[in-house]
């Protein structure tokens, strides 16, 4: 291997040095160029025209939610390792002095922080299904909600697609077997169709989420066995691992029961979801378009600027 | 073995019906028992029989019934001799 030759830049080194991205000094936590929000923008727009018109239910959540509520819904169960739980100092002077003394020798000072009452978002829909619960039995016709959120998981990594703090959006569709599969149904031809418009190479295929452990390893091999969740992947950091950028899942009754969801009839409701993940996205176009939005092809400029 | 193995699921499987009313070859699943249930019972039984379920044998067929969780035991025992 020739030792002088220069080596190919990171992705991730492209495009810090672009300005798409801004680098903070932890891996994972980005700014964002106006560039890069405006491409995150037109995607929106994009999925809007695709699904705008099914009716959904607009609600935006800041990005944390209720301690109590994220600790009912299972999180830890599945994810510990990743989630983002906020703590905030709750001592008097005399702590706080010693706080200071800690933060100034460099030392650990989180041993007096305290659990406050929100956690950070895992998923865009966690915050919705309390308040889905809290309204009763669903209509005839089920529900059917548009939401976006920053979301936090916390796996610090070098790859640009890996973010800990990145935008999700989600269609989420709540009723009976039936109207929640037809949902997933639809948007698995939707959303190929969609991204197909991009011109970005995909490829579709049966996922399972990061489930925590060994036992963790079961939960992920029921999980691809009943075909729950299916990936729509592009090749961003890697050709052989490429990246999750929607990603369309059936969660059976999982949420319905934990929450007392019910259909109209009384039966515990199922729901399922399409995410979308927005930074992955941008990231994807960026990587197969270039860092030149004016040079991109044009049928791809025609689909996100029409 | 199966004894045992009922009452383990008793203990850990949460389900909502009476595991003495449940034949051998009863479905699990449309007795109640979850995904999450799954896993606590899976490492309940590793502990009480002293074996490690491999990851090809973690899915939802060999605990779908008492008489499948006492084969999958059964061959990871005859396995690990």
């Known amino acids: 291997m020739c030792q ?18 801004i680098d903070t000094g932890v891996d994972g ?27 959904a239910e607009i609600v935006r959540f800041p990005p944390a939610m209720s301690r109590k509520h994220f600790e009912k819904s299972g999180y830890l169960k599945s994810f510990p390792q990743l989630a983002g739980t906020v703590h905030s100092f709750a001592g008097n002077e005399r702590a706080h002095a010693e706080l200071l003394h800690k933060v100034a020798d460099g030392v650990d000072w989180t041993d007096g922080q305290i659990s406050t009452e929100v956690v950070l978002t895992p998923a865009a829909c966690y915050p919705l299904y309390p308040v889905v619960a809290k309204r009763g039995p669903l209509k ?35 009723g009976t077997p039936e109207q929640v599969t037809e949902f ?31 036992a963790g390893r079961m939960l992920a091999n029921n999980q691809r066995d009943q075909r729950l969740k299916f990936e729509l992947l592009i090749p961003i950091e890697s050709e052989e691992k490429p990246t999750a950028c929607l990603s369309f899942n059936y969660h059976q009754d999982h949420f319905g029961t934990t929450w007392g969801i019910q259909t109209a009839a009384g039966e515990t409701a199922h729901t399922a979801c399409v995410g979308f993940g927005m930074e992955r996205v941008a990231l994807a176009l960026f990587k197969h378009h270039g860092y030149d939005v004016a040079r991109w092809p044009a049928s791809v400029r025609n689909v996100l600027w029409p | 073995m199966k004894t045992r193995i009922r009452e383990i ?29 799954t896993v606590e019972l899976m490492m309940a039984l590793e502990e009480a029989f002293e074996v490690e379920f491999p990851d090809n044998m973690m899915n939802r067929r ?10 999958a035991i059964r061959t990871i025992q005859s396995e690990h001799v």
């Open chain 1, 4 to 21: 002088n030759c220069p080596q190919p830049q990171s992705f991730l080194a492209e495009l810090i040095d672009t300005g798409l991205l």
């Open chain 1, 29 to 55: 936590l980005y700014g964002r160029s106006g560039l890069f929000e405006e491409v995150i923008a037109r995607f929106d727009d994009l999925i809007t025209r695709h699904g705008g018109q099914d009716g």
């Open chain 1, 140 to 174: 005839t016709e089920g529900a059917l909600f548009d939401l976006q959120s920053y979301c936090f998981r916390h796996e610090p990594s070098k790859d640009p697609a890996r973010m800990q703090l990145f935008r999700m959006r989600e269609y989420v569709r709540f």
């Open chain 1, 184 to 214: 997933r149904a639809t948007w698995l031809e939707r959303g190929q169709e969609m991204m197909a418009s991009l011109g970005v190479p995909l490829n579709l295929d049966v996922a399972n989420d990061p489930f925590f452990g060994r």
């Open chain 2, 9 to 37: 699921l008793k203990s850990t499987g949460k389900l909502p019906v009476d595991v003495a009313t449940l034949a051998d070859e009863a479905d699990l699943y449309n007795a109640g028992l979850t995904s999450f249930g």
């Open chain 2, 62 to 71: 060999n605990f779908a019934s008492v008489a499948a969780i006492e084969n």
